[in-house]
């Protein structure tokens, strides 16, 4: 049987913005969010990753209906990018975001 390393979890903004401060080479923290999520490795038994997700930076998109990642740093971890990639969009669809 194959056990997920990998795990999907909330993060508050505040946790979010320490992982970007401390794993992000230029952007700095973010003001304003509509979710953020984590990744937790379970071997390690750590955060490895964290994803703010909000408003879309486009003036023209309908700011209500449209999200976009705003950050997302991981620790290096393999495949934690595409983990929060798809579990950000997998959230937006079922919170009723296009």
Request: proline share 1%.
């Amino acid at each position: 049987m194959l056990i997920m390393a990998l795990k999907i979890i909330h993060l508050e903004l505040k946790d979010a913005n320490e992982l970007i401060s401390k794993w992000h080479r230029h952007h700095k923290p973010v003001i304003g969010h509509r979710f953020s999520i984590g990744v937790y490795d379970n071997k390690i038994g750590k955060i490895v990753g964290a994803a703010t997700i909000g408003r879309s930076v486009a003036r023209m998109t309908d700011q209500i209906n449209t999200v976009e990642v705003t950050r997302l740093v991981t620790d290096g971890t393999k495949n934690a990018c595409s983990f929060l990639y798809a579990a950000a969009a997998r959230a937006s669809r079922e919170l009723g975001y296009l």
